[in-house]
């Protein structure tokens, strides 16, 4: 029978929804539209219609040594140009928002080839070719999984998860590098690690808090679904851990 | 530090609050008087990008502005979550919880005001290792004391 991935545990609303992100088959909603310029404004890499600076030859130009690995291997877009290697990085407020440090490398792993994530408790930052980040950072921005009020594209500073949201919802950054317009759109005023920008790059509005409600992928006693309620979830994790703990005496179960 | 135990009170609110509330809010707190010291709490908001590679650069933010309270100026350096009160005794706690209660009526948030002790009344072992044995003990444990700019006091109308 043909492997066939179940992505996670669970029967809660939540864990419904993380399967759904991680899930490559599953189309994710497309909510805002962002232009490509603004993007590479937000990253903050390279000017906007700058050439991409490399970092070795392109891959048709040099001599490859003879390796079974690299002929399995398509290269992706960045690779074969030798482009740099740039990241882009979140933080997800732990009030409902769409998606979570864990939760974005799972999903990316499972979409994206390439990459290089790394998880942290409050933030989660994935490292690629230039050229590929571009391609899914729009991704990451456009679709379900960011929420203009409750996620923030932080490259350094990136304090605020864990904090309460101010008064007008904005999770809390202390470079604020995005700012709640009078007409309920968020701007970003400053790139990602904080200098200012030539213009301000749009995002749309926050989603509202019953989207966000239904479509988290975050656990959360107070106002959401409770991990604790969910029992499918508890007897895998408990079962992982306990294997986990038993590995050195031969665990049978 | 004082002596005598009088009594605290904390306000914390279900958000951060922008400085227009913060001015509304202390300028009704400082009608309710009876406070002897106040300190306002919550994250910082540095006046330069602290990490990173934009790191030292200036950190333009619209929260970190001047606010008057009382007869003074303040300039908020945090983004306000939590007010920490010590008062004369605890007669003026029902004033605060009203005024309190004015300034979030229209808001579509709570906020709480509870009692209990807040503030530092005893300066420990890593304080005085840090401090010495001079630091200014009305305001140890609420700020550093090593700060240059010292607390605001606000004339009451006693």
Not at chain 2, 119 to 148: C, F, N
């Amino acid at each position: 029978m043909a492997y066939k991935p179940q992505f996670g545990p669970g029967t809660s609303k939540v864990a419904e929804n993380r399967r759904k992100q991680m899930n490559p088959k599953q189309k994710l909603e497309k909510m805002r539209d962002v232009t490509d310029e603004d993007i590479v404004l937000l990253l903050g890499h390279r000017a906007p219609g700058a050439a991409y600076p490399t970092a070795h030859p392109p891959l048709a130009e040099q001599q490859e040594p003879d390796c079974p690995i690299r002929k399995i291997v398509t290269p992706t877009e960045g690779a074969k140009a030798g482009d740099r290697v740039r990241y882009i990085q979140f933080a997800d407020s732990m009030f409902f928002a769409p998606c979570q440090p864990y939760q974005r490398t799972y999903t990316e792993m499972y979409r994206f080839r390439g990459i290089d994530p790394g998880t942290l408790s409050g933030r989660q930052i994935v490292e690629c070719r230039e050229r590929d980040l571009e391609k899914y950072s729009k991704e990451l921005i456009e679709t379900e999984l960011l929420d203009a009020a409750r996620t923030g594209i932080r490259g350094a500073t990136v304090h605020g998860h864990s904090l309460r949201l101010a008064e007008n919802g904005m999770m809390f950054d202390m470079l604020q590098r995005s700012v709640l317009g009078e007409d309920g759109i968020v701007r970003y005023v400053k790139n990602q690690i904080g200098e200012p920008l030539d213009r301000a790059v749009a995002i749309g509005k926050p989603l509202d808090e019953k989207w966000l409600k239904d479509h988290t992928t975050i656990f959360h006693s107070l106002g959401g679904t409770a991990y604790r309620d969910d029992k499918e979830y508890i007897e895998y994790v408990q079962r992982i851990h306990s294997l986990r703990t038993k590995y050195g005496f031969m665990p049978k179960e | 530090m004082t002596d005598a135990i009088y009594p605290q009170a904390r306000i914390v609110s279900a958000r951060f609050l922008r400085p227009d509330t913060v001015e509304q809010l202390l300028n009704r707190l400082v009608q309710v008087g009876g406070i002897l010291r106040m300190s306002i709490n919550g994250p910082s908001i540095p006046t330069t990008v602290p990490y990173g590679p934009a790191r030292g650069k200036p950190n333009p933010h619209p929260d970190r502005k001047v606010i008057h309270v009382g007869d003074q100026d303040v300039l908020l350096q945090v983004q306000v979550g939590t007010i920490i009160l010590e008062l004369e005794d605890e007669s003026y706690i029902a004033g605060i919880r009203e005024a309190v209660d004015e300034v979030f009526a229209e808001k579509d948030f709570t906020c709480a005001v509870q009692q209990g002790r807040y503030m530092k009344s005893q300066p420990t072992i890593s304080d005085y290792a840090k401090y010495g044995p001079d630091a200014d003990r009305e305001i140890l444990g609420l700020v550093d004391p090593r700060k240059k700019d010292g607390p605001i006091i606000i004339q009451g109308t006693k």
